[in-house]
């Protein structure tokens, strides 16, 4: 599973202590990525140890994580249709955490992230907004006063240039994300391909946002705004909690 930096002790107590806020009974979302990775095996752990709770992955790589730790998942579709359990908190990483250039209260920024490193923002943000509550897990590498890395964007194929025209005439510069070891681009789990984009500071998260949902092409967008209840950051000494 793809690591974005970061030291992996601290990655570890952040999702192992928001995996501890799981209780008996529950639906939990289960993230991508390194961090969002321990706390699917701490779950792991607590169900070998008889916790008995449902996942819903966000990604092939988190069902096939779930699968192996032995816990039992649900399709989205189930757990959010008209006779499913519903989701009651979703544990998830992020690539920047903005803290608020005026704290964590900063009405504009504040608590917004930005994700999709590993390319699975589309599916981790219909679960991540679906659940009652949704807690983040980072290291303090993660965090910001303002979000500054580029916006992931997945988008359609055929779509692919015409969503880059429209980027850049938002202000933004594209770039086709590209996989590491293969000579080709990156390819969601969706089937459609992700532009990284450069916009510098992001003044107005929840604006972009809007901006980029708006694309003809654009399925979605890797700004995750007012959807965190709960930020748990590992330290080198221990967890702090944020909500
Ligand atoms: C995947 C994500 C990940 O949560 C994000 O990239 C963080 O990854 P890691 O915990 O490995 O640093 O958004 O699409």
């Not at 979302?29 to 709770?53: F, M």
């Not at 730790?69 to 649900?74: N, S, V």
């Not at 490193?117 to 943000?125: D, F, Y």
């Not at 092409?217 to 965190?228: I, K, P, Q, S």
Request: glycine share 14%; net charge negative.
């Amino acid at each position: 599973m793809k690591t974005s930096g970061g030291s992996d002790a601290m990655k570890r107590r952040a999702g192992e202590s928001a995996a501890e806020a799981v209780t008996d009974g529950d639906v939990v979302g289960l993230g991508t990525g390194s961090t969002a990775a321990h706390a699917i095996r701490r779950l792991g752990d607590r169900v070998d140890a008889g916790l008995d709770i449902r996942g819903v992955p966000t990604s092939f790589a988190s069902r096939e994580l779930a699968a192996e730790e032995g816990i039992l998942c649900l399709d989205l579709p189930e757990a959010v249709g008209p006779d499913g359990p519903g989701i009651d908190l979703a544990i998830d990483g992020a690539d920047q955490v903005a803290t608020g250039s005026d704290g964590a209260d900063d009405p504009v920024s504040g608590g917004a992230l930005i994700k999709g490193g590993g390319a699975a923002h589309a599916r981790e943000k219909l679960v991540d907004a679906a659940a009652d509550r949704f807690l983040v897990v980072a290291d303090p590498s993660k965090e910001s006063p303002r979000l500054d890395r580029p916006v992931p964007v997945e988008v359609l194929p055929a779509g692919r240039t015409a969503v880059a025209a429209a980027v850049r005439e938002a202000g933004g510069e594209p770039t086709l994300r590209r996989a590491e070891r293969k000579d080709g681009p990156v390819v969601t789990d969706n089937g459609n391909l992700v532009l990284d984009c450069e916009f510098g500071e992001v003044a107005d998260p929840a604006a972009l946002s809007a901006t980029l949902s708006s694309i003809p092409g654009a399925v979605e967008n890797g700004l995750f705004v007012g959807l965190a209840d709960e930020i748990h950051v590992g330290t080198e000494s221990g967890v702090r909690v944020d909500e």
